[in-house]
């Protein structure tokens, strides 16, 4: 029992001041319910169709064609295709990490993992368009240009701290 507490120990502390809120503040506290559910309800809609590509891509591509296009020796077409992959996928950033994990098993160098995640987070091409038409092509294509190297940067600077026993 106790195990079970220690492991669920913040989703339960987090239910309590729900709970506190509510009573002192019911208003406030459904408001709070109504989020959450609303983001778990989003997760639970995305999740699913993320792991089922996963899945797919873990058996339809062999690791050896990662590590040709992604691995070690990719050089810049690794970090062209890490790119484009995380500009053109669909979802929120939570759902990178487990395309990140099925990258790390197909032994995907970790600097183009680096860079296909910060690429998902910031260069998604709706977003791009978005920005376009909103914003401007000027502001959009600028905010693209310091984006890039900037992720390819701070790829390559995390690539050489983070010893290869963490990486592994």
């Known amino acids: 029992m106790k ?9 339960l ?5 729900m709970v506190i809120l509510t009573i002192f503040n019911r ?3 459904w408001k709070a319910l109504s989020i ?3 983001s778990v309800k989003e997760m639970l809609l995305v999740i699913p169709p993320i792991f089922l590509l996963l899945g797919l891509l873990d058996v339809w ?9 992604m691995g070690e020796g990719s050089g810049l077409k690794g970090v062209l295709l890490a790119i484009f992959i995380g500009s053109a996928a669909a979802g929120p950033l939570y759902g990178a990490f487990p395309v990140a994990a099925v990258f790390m098993k197909k032994g ?7 860079i296909f995640i910060g690429a998902w987070s910031t260069t998604k091409i ?14 959009a294509i600028a905010r693209l240009l310091i984006d890039i190297p900037g992720i390819i940067i701070i790829a390559f600077l995390l690539s050489k701290l983070v010893s290869k026993k963490e990486v592994d």
């Open 61 to 69: 591509v062999p690791r050896e064609t990662m590590v040709k296009y």
């Open 13 to 17: 502390i987090v239910l309590v001041a």
């Open 126 to 139: 709706p977003m791009f368009l978005f920005e376009m038409a909103a914003l401007g092509s000027r502001f």
């Open 3 to 11: 195990k079970l507490i220690k492991r669920y120990r913040v989703f």
């Open 108 to 114: 995907v160098k970790f600097m183009n993992i680096l």
């Open 27 to 29: 208003q406030l506290g």
């Open 36 to 38: 959450t559910a609303n």
